[in-house]
């Protein structure tokens, strides 16, 4: 890695000019119109500042300001800065460092670097005040009743989220610093007497591993060093929420939160297949309304993955449907096959996903009508498409969409792909054949040492009633015996 670091280790100089051109040198005073430095006499001796415009408060600065032009020439004689620090700036978090890779990653993080003339420590104030949006609800994980805040793009602001659910004073939050030129803020949250720490300390170990000038793409690619990117396997193997409320719950639970400055995304490992299936919604409702939702919400992953490849193979094979289920073929023959027909509507439907993404809002609706009506109506009629076609692409589109993980829906969209081609080309013969290589590959899939199919494979019968019916929080008084929690009791 290239960290292009020559302040790396230089040591903090008493001599004031030589300090004040190395950081003009490094920080590309006075070419970068954002870097702003402030050098002035007080007390006889020479003072330099340095901030990142719009990084900093500017009434916090102007009282620091006012108090630094008060001193006297007799608060700067013997211990200048014990008395900067301790006697004068007093309402505000202050500390002194000695290097210069510590000053350009404090400065450029957005708090504010004194010098001042004879000391061979700066002094940093921080005196942030990030440009950043207010929480609100995710779009992606909406519930109808619960809280409406989500996370942000601002780490501190997160992980305040999180301690306003958890006051326990045995939350940790470890901070790490990733990329040799971006230097973005990693934090690593869990519950000191809950969390496995082994985990914990390897987590630890793989995030400071990481050799790369930036990652500007970051929680993703922090995953994809911490866990290796697999190209063949397209499924999550850690869980992303944009919610305090359910990542409080699993930090309750022994997992590890891991947040990432400047994303909205927060990272839960290690995560299971049944991870990504539940929904904050569940557990928003009486025990038995989140028992039926997550049950329809189980047939919708179902109906996701095997709905349309089972109904092309029965398409392919009218023979060997009984006579109660022959209606679910083809009404009539059509000339353009039948897996040409699935792939070109699956395309479709992606690439029309992919053109909401980028449509403005307005606009979204109008994409929807043309979609609807102008293509699928019109591509029926004139016989590119058999309705049937339509309408199982459409239920399939619903149970992708209904996948409460992202990540998850776009993995089984491959994993459908997958089984429509090889039923397709081999009909029933290929479909089990798929199926059971998909399986397989869920079953030797692992996220941080943890099956992904548990608790299924091993089997846990209590764990997996628990994941079939979504219980009383009353009587859910365990944690996932698979994180070997320390504590594995939630109640008395």
Known sequence: MDNNSSEKNVPVSKNYQKNVDYLNRELGVPDCFDIVLREMSIGGKRVAIYSVNGMVD????????SVLVNLERSDLIVNSLEKLVKGSIVNLQVSEVATMDKVFYFVLSGPMAIFVEGQDKAIIVDVRSYPARQPQEPDIERVTRGSRDGFTETLVV????????????????????VGGRSKTDVCIAYIEDITNLDMVDKLQKDIQGIKI????????????????????????????????????????????????????????????FWSH????????????????????????????IFLLPLWLGAALNPQLLPDWLQFIGLIKPTKIPLLAQILMAEFGVDLLRMATIHTPGPLGSALGLIAAFMLGDIAVKVGLFAPEVVMYIAIAAVGTFATPSYELGLANRLARLFLLIMTGLFNFLGFWIGAAMVFFLLWRTKSFGVPYLWPLLPMDIKAMGAILVRSPVPIKNQRPSILKPQDPDRQP
Request: net charge positive.
């Open 213 to 272: 000038d930036g990652i500007p793409m970051a929680e993703k690619s922090v995953e994809e060093f911490i866990l290796g990117s697999k190209f063949w396997n397209p499924y999550p193997r850690v869980r992303y929420t944009e919610r305090p409320d359910v990542a409080a719950i699993h930090l309750l639970e022994g997992y590890v939160v891991i947040i990432v400055d400047t994303s909205p995304s927060v990272m839960i490992a290690p995560a299971t």
């Open 277 to 304: 299936v539940q929904h904050a919604e569940e557990y928003r409702q009486e025990p038995i309304v989140g028992a039926y939702l997550r049950w329809i919400r189980f047939g919708g992953i179902f109906a996701a």
């Open 58 to 65: 500017s009434n916090v600065v102007s009282y620091i300001l």
């Open 158 to 177: 997160n992980t305040v989220l999180i301690r306003r659910r958890l006051r326990d004073p045995k939350l940790r939050m470890k901070l790490v610093q």
